[in-house]
Protein backbone atom coordinates (compact mmCIF):
# COMPACT_ATOMS: atom_id res chain seq x y z
CA UNK A 1 0.00 0.00 0.00
CA UNK A 2 1.63 3.35 -1.12
CA UNK A 3 2.59 5.98 1.67
CA UNK A 4 0.40 8.79 0.17
CA UNK A 5 -2.59 7.17 0.68
CA UNK A 6 -2.53 4.04 2.96
CA UNK A 7 -3.04 6.39 6.49
CA UNK A 8 -6.14 7.76 4.66
CA UNK A 9 -7.93 4.94 3.90
CA UNK A 10 -10.04 4.58 6.75
CA UNK A 11 -11.98 7.86 5.33
CA UNK A 12 -12.72 5.79 2.22
CA UNK A 13 -16.57 5.31 0.88
CA UNK A 14 -17.25 1.99 2.07
CA UNK A 15 -19.55 -0.59 -0.04
CA UNK A 16 -19.92 -3.62 1.61
CA UNK A 17 -21.64 -5.98 -0.77
CA UNK A 18 -21.51 -8.84 1.37
CA UNK A 19 -25.49 -9.29 1.66
CA UNK A 20 -25.94 -8.29 -1.65
CA UNK A 21 -27.75 -11.31 -3.90
CA UNK A 22 -28.60 -9.31 -7.17
CA UNK A 23 -25.43 -8.08 -9.65
CA UNK A 24 -23.78 -5.64 -7.42
CA UNK A 25 -20.90 -5.28 -9.89
CA UNK A 26 -22.24 -2.37 -12.73
CA UNK A 27 -22.96 -0.60 -8.79
CA UNK A 28 -19.37 -0.77 -7.74
CA UNK A 29 -18.19 -0.09 -10.86
CA UNK A 30 -20.60 3.38 -11.27
CA UNK A 31 -19.36 4.67 -7.64
CA UNK A 32 -15.64 4.03 -8.58
CA UNK A 33 -16.20 5.80 -11.85
CA UNK A 34 -17.59 8.73 -9.74
CA UNK A 35 -14.39 8.79 -6.91
CA UNK A 36 -12.23 12.07 -7.76
CA UNK A 37 -8.17 11.59 -8.02
CA UNK A 38 -6.96 11.75 -4.60
CA UNK A 39 -10.22 9.55 -3.23
CA UNK A 40 -10.91 5.92 -3.09
CA UNK A 41 -13.21 3.23 -1.83
CA UNK A 42 -13.58 0.41 0.10
CA UNK A 43 -14.91 -2.61 -0.97
CA UNK A 44 -15.95 -5.34 1.61
CA UNK A 45 -16.92 -8.90 0.52
CA UNK A 46 -16.79 -12.54 1.99
CA UNK A 47 -13.66 -13.34 -0.02
CA UNK A 48 -11.44 -11.68 -2.17
CA UNK A 49 -12.76 -9.62 -4.65
CA UNK A 50 -10.14 -10.80 -7.60
CA UNK A 51 -12.10 -9.32 -10.64
CA UNK A 52 -12.56 -5.51 -9.29
CA UNK A 53 -8.20 -5.17 -9.68
CA UNK A 54 -8.00 -5.03 -12.93
CA UNK A 55 -10.96 -3.41 -13.80
CA UNK A 56 -10.52 -0.62 -11.11
CA UNK A 57 -6.61 -0.53 -12.33
CA UNK A 58 -7.47 0.58 -15.95
CA UNK A 59 -9.41 3.61 -14.67
CA UNK A 60 -6.51 4.20 -12.50
CA UNK A 61 -6.72 3.02 -9.17
CA UNK A 62 -4.44 1.85 -6.98
CA UNK A 63 -5.61 -1.07 -4.03
CA UNK A 64 -4.56 -3.10 -1.44
CA UNK A 65 -6.69 -5.80 0.30
CA UNK A 66 -6.80 -6.85 3.93
CA UNK A 67 -7.95 -9.62 5.07
CA UNK A 68 -9.95 -9.53 8.36
CA UNK A 69 -11.81 -12.95 8.97
CA UNK A 70 -12.27 -15.90 7.06
CA UNK A 71 -15.72 -14.43 6.03
CA UNK A 72 -14.47 -10.35 5.58
CA UNK A 73 -12.36 -9.28 3.09
CA UNK A 74 -11.65 -5.65 2.98
CA UNK A 75 -10.26 -3.94 -0.77
CA UNK A 76 -9.12 -0.60 -0.80
CA UNK A 77 -9.10 1.40 -3.94
CA UNK A 78 -7.23 4.69 -4.30
CA UNK A 79 -7.92 6.80 -7.12
CA UNK A 80 -4.20 7.56 -8.49
CA UNK A 81 -5.06 9.10 -12.00
CA UNK A 82 -8.02 9.74 -13.74
CA UNK A 83 -8.38 7.56 -17.08
CA UNK A 84 -10.36 5.32 -19.32
CA UNK A 85 -9.66 2.23 -20.58
CA UNK A 86 -8.85 2.20 -24.03
CA UNK A 87 -10.19 -1.32 -24.75
CA UNK A 88 -12.77 -3.25 -23.09
CA UNK A 89 -11.74 -5.97 -20.13
CA UNK A 90 -13.91 -8.79 -18.87
CA UNK A 91 -15.48 -6.68 -16.35
CA UNK A 92 -16.50 -4.15 -18.82
CA UNK A 93 -18.65 -6.85 -20.73
CA UNK A 94 -22.11 -7.43 -19.95
CA UNK A 95 -23.51 -10.20 -17.79
CA UNK A 96 -20.64 -10.03 -15.15
CA UNK A 97 -19.40 -13.30 -13.28
CA UNK A 98 -22.55 -12.78 -10.65
CA UNK A 99 -22.13 -16.97 -10.44
CA UNK A 100 -19.20 -15.89 -7.82
CA UNK A 101 -21.81 -15.07 -5.13
CA UNK A 102 -23.15 -18.29 -5.21
CA UNK A 103 -19.68 -20.09 -4.34
CA UNK A 104 -19.60 -17.08 -1.79
CA UNK A 105 -23.23 -18.60 0.10
CA UNK A 106 -21.95 -22.11 0.34
CA UNK A 107 -18.47 -21.60 1.46
CA UNK A 108 -15.94 -18.57 1.47
CA UNK A 109 -13.13 -20.52 0.91
CA UNK A 110 -14.74 -21.98 -2.12
CA UNK A 111 -15.35 -18.55 -3.37
CA UNK A 112 -11.79 -17.67 -3.13
CA UNK A 113 -10.61 -20.75 -5.06
CA UNK A 114 -12.92 -19.93 -7.83
CA UNK A 115 -12.36 -16.53 -8.13
CA UNK A 116 -8.39 -17.32 -8.39
CA UNK A 117 -9.37 -20.28 -10.90
CA UNK A 118 -11.60 -17.40 -12.92
CA UNK A 119 -9.03 -14.41 -12.68
CA UNK A 120 -6.86 -17.25 -13.79
CA UNK A 121 -8.66 -18.39 -16.95
CA UNK A 122 -10.43 -14.83 -18.17
CA UNK A 123 -7.87 -12.10 -16.70
CA UNK A 124 -4.62 -13.49 -17.42
CA UNK A 125 -2.10 -10.98 -18.70
CA UNK A 126 -1.03 -11.50 -21.82
CA UNK A 127 -2.90 -14.35 -23.20
CA UNK A 128 -1.86 -16.46 -25.50
CA UNK A 129 -5.57 -16.77 -26.91
CA UNK A 130 -7.59 -13.64 -27.14
CA UNK A 131 -10.74 -13.05 -25.02
CA UNK A 132 -13.26 -13.08 -28.10
CA UNK A 133 -11.71 -16.50 -29.14
CA UNK A 134 -11.91 -18.09 -25.77
CA UNK A 135 -16.05 -16.90 -25.04
CA UNK A 136 -16.59 -18.72 -28.25
CA UNK A 137 -14.55 -22.21 -27.24
CA UNK A 138 -16.31 -21.70 -24.00
CA UNK A 139 -19.79 -21.27 -26.06
CA UNK A 140 -19.11 -24.47 -27.35
CA UNK A 141 -18.04 -26.43 -24.86
CA UNK A 142 -21.30 -25.18 -22.74
CA UNK A 143 -23.49 -26.15 -25.88
CA UNK A 144 -21.55 -29.58 -26.09
CA UNK A 145 -22.04 -29.97 -22.08
CA UNK A 146 -25.73 -29.14 -22.66
CA UNK A 147 -25.78 -25.92 -20.17
CA UNK A 148 -27.63 -23.80 -21.99
CA UNK A 149 -27.11 -20.87 -19.75
CA UNK A 150 -23.47 -20.60 -20.00
CA UNK A 151 -23.95 -20.32 -23.50
CA UNK A 152 -26.26 -18.11 -24.27
CA UNK A 153 -24.06 -15.69 -21.44
CA UNK A 154 -21.15 -16.24 -23.51
CA UNK A 155 -22.77 -15.37 -26.95
CA UNK A 156 -23.94 -12.17 -25.61
CA UNK A 157 -20.11 -11.12 -24.44
CA UNK A 158 -18.13 -12.52 -27.87
CA UNK A 159 -21.19 -10.26 -29.63
CA UNK A 160 -20.14 -7.12 -27.19
CA UNK A 161 -16.73 -7.66 -28.50
CA UNK A 162 -17.24 -7.86 -31.75
CA UNK A 163 -18.45 -11.25 -33.07
CA UNK A 164 -19.56 -10.88 -36.52
CA UNK A 165 -23.19 -12.99 -37.71
CA UNK A 166 -21.23 -14.93 -40.41
CA UNK A 167 -19.31 -16.45 -37.67
CA UNK A 168 -22.07 -17.01 -36.05
CA UNK A 169 -23.64 -18.33 -38.65
CA UNK A 170 -20.66 -20.77 -39.05
CA UNK A 171 -20.39 -21.34 -35.07
CA UNK A 172 -24.27 -22.18 -35.34
CA UNK A 173 -23.81 -24.72 -38.64
CA UNK A 174 -20.97 -26.61 -36.50
CA UNK A 175 -23.39 -27.28 -33.91
CA UNK A 176 -25.35 -29.08 -36.41
CA UNK A 177 -22.26 -30.95 -37.50
CA UNK A 178 -21.62 -31.99 -34.22
CA UNK A 179 -24.57 -32.29 -32.06
CA UNK A 180 -26.77 -33.62 -35.10
CA UNK A 181 -29.75 -32.82 -36.43
CA UNK A 182 -31.77 -34.24 -34.42
CA UNK A 183 -30.11 -33.10 -30.87
CA UNK A 184 -30.14 -29.43 -32.32
CA UNK A 185 -33.52 -29.47 -33.15
CA UNK A 186 -34.50 -30.94 -29.77
CA UNK A 187 -31.99 -28.99 -27.50
CA UNK A 188 -30.20 -26.05 -29.06
CA UNK A 189 -33.33 -24.94 -31.04
CA UNK A 190 -35.77 -24.16 -28.18
CA UNK A 191 -32.75 -22.78 -26.32
CA UNK A 192 -32.07 -19.34 -25.12
CA UNK A 193 -28.94 -19.75 -26.82
CA UNK A 194 -30.42 -19.86 -30.26
CA UNK A 195 -33.14 -16.99 -29.14
CA UNK A 196 -30.39 -14.79 -28.52
CA UNK A 197 -28.69 -15.49 -31.70
CA UNK A 198 -31.83 -14.81 -33.96
CA UNK A 199 -32.27 -11.71 -31.74
CA UNK A 200 -29.18 -10.55 -32.72
CA UNK A 201 -29.78 -11.37 -36.50
CA UNK A 202 -33.07 -9.47 -36.33
CA UNK A 203 -31.97 -6.30 -34.94
CA UNK A 204 -29.24 -6.30 -37.09
CA UNK A 205 -31.10 -6.51 -40.30
CA UNK A 206 -33.44 -3.77 -38.87
CA UNK A 207 -30.49 -1.57 -39.03
CA UNK A 208 -29.87 -1.22 -35.38
CA UNK A 209 -25.90 -0.42 -34.43
CA UNK A 210 -23.83 -2.93 -32.46
CA UNK A 211 -23.92 -1.04 -28.93
CA UNK A 212 -27.68 -0.82 -29.33
CA UNK A 213 -28.06 -4.13 -30.07
CA UNK A 214 -25.65 -5.08 -27.46
CA UNK A 215 -27.55 -3.58 -24.49
CA UNK A 216 -30.51 -5.32 -25.94
CA UNK A 217 -28.77 -8.67 -25.55
CA UNK A 218 -27.93 -8.10 -21.87
CA UNK A 219 -31.72 -6.82 -21.10
CA UNK A 220 -33.31 -9.53 -22.65
CA UNK A 221 -30.86 -12.64 -22.10
CA UNK A 222 -29.58 -10.86 -18.57
CA UNK A 223 -29.94 -11.80 -14.98
CA UNK A 224 -33.87 -11.17 -15.35
CA UNK A 225 -34.10 -13.67 -17.74
CA UNK A 226 -35.01 -16.82 -15.28
CA UNK A 227 -33.52 -19.00 -18.52
CA UNK A 228 -30.44 -17.18 -18.14
CA UNK A 229 -29.39 -15.36 -14.94
CA UNK A 230 -27.37 -17.11 -12.33
CA UNK A 231 -28.64 -15.48 -9.37
CA UNK A 232 -31.14 -18.06 -7.65
CA UNK A 233 -33.64 -14.95 -6.23
CA UNK A 234 -34.02 -13.88 -9.65
CA UNK A 235 -34.69 -16.56 -11.30
CA UNK A 236 -37.06 -17.82 -8.65
CA UNK A 237 -39.05 -14.49 -8.75
CA UNK A 238 -39.33 -14.63 -11.99
CA UNK A 239 -40.64 -17.83 -12.84
CA UNK A 240 -43.33 -16.85 -10.02
CA UNK A 241 -44.40 -13.90 -11.87
CA UNK A 242 -44.79 -15.75 -14.92
CA UNK A 243 -46.56 -18.27 -13.42
CA UNK A 244 -48.89 -15.92 -11.74
CA UNK A 245 -49.27 -14.36 -15.39
CA UNK A 246 -49.99 -17.73 -16.61
CA UNK A 247 -52.96 -18.34 -14.37
CA UNK A 248 -54.23 -15.08 -14.77
CA UNK A 249 -54.88 -15.74 -18.66
CA UNK A 250 -56.13 -19.20 -18.00
Known amino acids: MAEEW ?14 LTGNFLPMVLKKASDVNVGKGICVV ?3 EPIPLYSALADFGFEYSTEKISDDEYRAY ?52 INMKTKLLLSLSNAVGAG ?29 VWNEGF ?4 SNVGPSALFGAYQ ?22 FGEKNPRTSTMFKDKVRMCEKIKGLQNQKI
Not at 149 to 169: H, N, S
Not at 182 to 185: C, I, K, L, Q, S
Not at 199 to 220: C, F, H, N, P, Q
Open 77 to 128: FYRKKMIEPSEPTTMDLPLKPTAMVNFSNIDSNLANIAVNFWEYTWDKKNPA
Open 45 to 47: QNF
Open 199 to 220: YIKKLDESGKKREEITKMLADK
Open 182 to 185: GAFA
Open 147 to 175: RFRQATRELVKAYALGVTIPELDELFALF
Open 6 to 19: GNNKESFDVIDVRK
